[in-house]
């Protein structure tokens, strides 16, 4: 019988959450600032009119959103990639050197995309957009994966092109003093990305082998943060110790407080799916559904809403009561649901409840809930609201079948990296070098017009990277 572990599987839902991710990111960094639009459309410690940081402001805000949420999509996935490979029968020493290698490729994808931001090239005019958009085909070159084709055969030649073209553009700026290229200058969220990858790889693997080592993990990692996060302390020496703070820091791996209930529900949900082919069933084809899908649905979005309202406008009694009010709805629903998505839902849903819930309950610590710096009530409660995203999308793709409604999100989600530079270094590029720019710059509806360019360029960025990922062309490392 055929190895149903060699079966390459794919979850739809979490590629969506991914794009989600990424394109609620897009459209927050392009959308008008200076206080055009209201404070819950801006990062809750970044509010208008000014936007300058202000650490004692609790909160969150849909934006706040973005990051969590991508980084629980990324550990949610470690079990797909990772427990694939081990599963083929790849020894254990192969598996770490392709963790060492993914965190190698995410820190270099940092330093070279935040050169290559058209901001971070020190000239104006339209230079600085044919530049950037020279900088994406280089970063194109060195980090495009394409399947098949000339591309693919000739795959480590275009490679070194495209470092041999960075080189010469940055070298170039460098010398003129346009730019002070510098391996400490980095894109921060990648940063963070290429050390939980890490992190995350190596705490799934040790679970492989010992079953307690995700919740173990889990336990020390939170206990270091709340040590080391007030400071002044012997933990705090530890936590805030390394010899290259640059690339590897703990102040980077607290986001393992988010990244290891990834880990965990990617690992159940991969489970069901095996388990489905092994049946001979296919998740895909079953079509039961009814007025209850509906609501579990809505109920999932509810949570979401109501957390991230209610902590905003700091309603703190009146937010917990609805949240669990909201769980219990979803609990006592879903025990007359008759659907194999069941099983899997009944097995994370006490986890996601409870994630939240620990999140209201330390929501005091550290002077209330906030992004910046990262809270641990901010870590709990993001993750378990990523379990309802992911609940959300499921219900949507695999019981509705609605695939055309959020192939924008599943397509941006499959090719992320694309989509994390496309609109700096392409969609922006193209809309000023065309004049394109232009059309949204009419002082009398000047906030109107700048919020339809935001909408329009995350659009275009979802689409460039869907339709990339559409016909074989993906940015990895």
């Not at 400071?231 to 390394?242: E, F, K």
Request: charged letters at 10%.
């Amino acid at each position: 019988m055929k190895n149903v572990n060699q079966n390459k599987i794919r979850l739809q839902a979490l590629d969506a959450l991914r794009g989600l991710a990424i394109l609620m990111m897009v459209l927050s960094a392009n959308i008008p600032y200076e206080g055009a639009l209201p404070g819950w459309m801006y990062h809750a410690q970044l509010p208008p009119p000014g936007h300058y940081f202000q650490g004692d402001i609790p909160g969150i805000t849909w934006v706040d959103l973005v990051f969590p949420f991508f980084l629980f999509a990324m550990g949610a996935a470690i079990p797909f990639s990772l427990g694939s490979k081990m599963d083929k029968g790849v020894t254990n020493i192969a598996a770490g050197k392709s963790l060492l290698i993914r965190f190698g490729g995410l820190a270099l994808f940092a330093i070279v995309s935040q050169h290559s931001r058209p901001w971070m090239l020190g000239v104006e005019g339209v230079e600085q957009w044919f530049l950037s958009l020279l900088a994406m085909v280089g970063m194109l070159m060195i980090f495009a994966a394409p399947v098949g084709g000339m591309w693919s055969r000739y795959r480590r030649y275009v490679v070194m092109g495209g470092f041999l073209l960075l080189a010469i553009l940055f070298g170039v700026l460098h010398n003129l003093e346009h730019i002070q290229f510098s391996h400490t200058t980095f894109d921060i969220i990648i940063m963070v990305l290429a050390n939980t990858a890490l992190g995350g790889g190596l705490i799934y693997f040790a679970w492989r082998y010992y079953r307690y080592a995700l919740w173990i993990g889990f336990a020390l990692f939170v206990a270091f943060f709340l040590s080391g996060r007030d400071g002044d302390n012997w933990v705090a020496t530890i936590y805030n110790y390394s010899p290259v703070s640059w690339l590897l820091s703990w102040n980077y791996l607290k986001y393992m407080i988010i990244i290891i209930p990834g880990v965990y529900t990617g690992s159940v949900i991969r489970a069901f799916m095996l388990k489905m082919k092994e049946q001979g069933r296919d998740v895909k084809e079953v079509s039961i559904f009814s007025y209850k899908e509906w609501l579990l649905f809505l109920l999932s979005v509810a949570i979401i809403m109501t957390s991230v309202i209610g902590l905003y406008i700091r309603e703190m009694e009146w937010a917990f009561g609805f949240t669990l009010l909201i769980a219990l709805l979803f609990t006592l629903l879903l025990k007359g649901w008759d659907h194999p998505w069941k099983d899997v839902f009944n097995r994370l849903l006490p986890f996601a409840v409870v994630l939240v819930i620990s999140g209201y309950l330390t929501e005091p610590l550290h002077g209330g809930i906030k992004k910046d710096s990262a809270t641990l009530s901010y870590m709990l409660l993001t993750s378990g609201l990523a379990i309802f995203c992911l609940f959300a999308f499921t219900i949507l793709l695999d019981v509705f079948k609605v695939k055309r409604g959020v192939f924008l999100a599943t397509g941006a989600g499959k090719n992320a990296m694309m989509a994390y530079i496309a609109g700096s270094n392409l969609v922006m590029p193209i809309f000023a070098i065309t004049g394109l720019t232009q059309l949204f710059k009419f002082e009398s509806y000047f906030v109107t017009l700048q919020t339809v360019e935001a909408v329009i360029i995350t659009l275009l960025v979802a689409w460039v990277s869907g339709f990339a990922a559409r016909t074989g062309l993906f940015m990895k490392v």
